[in-house]
């Protein structure tokens, strides 16, 4: 967590200093996360998620964008966008998204679990009498 900033303190300039790099290193952890966590899920899940990279310089290596998974109408979306990662829930149907919703990352990891669990549930509920 970052530092608290003090503009009144004997060391302004320095307090800045610090709290400005602490903010960078949150953000690089926050980004680095998403990239595992979107990683992750597709290794898990390849035929449920679709990710889409962006550039962040003409010859540097594509970084995280989006990475959706598709459960049916709900939709789990992780996105990277103006320095911030955003973890969302939508709704979709007919190819439209209808409602969004964002959570923190605990909660939407805990959402897409109960999800997929569901799912699977199911999943197997239908397929146990055609055994």
Known sequence: MASAFNPDGPDADLALDIFA????????????????LATRLQQLLPHLTRRTDQRRWPF????????????????????????????????????????HHEWSQDEWICRLMDALSTQSGQVGQSVRPLL
């Open 21 to 36: 790099a602490n903010l960078r290193l949150d953000y690089h952890d926050a980004l680095e996360q998403a990239e595992r």
């Open 60 to 99: 540097g290596r594509p970084v995280l964008g989006q990475l959706r998974v598709r459960l049916g109408s709900e939709h789990f979306d992780l996105v990277v966008q103006d320095a911030q990662v955003h973890y969302r829930t939508v709704h979709h149907v007919g190819g439209v998204d209808l409602a």
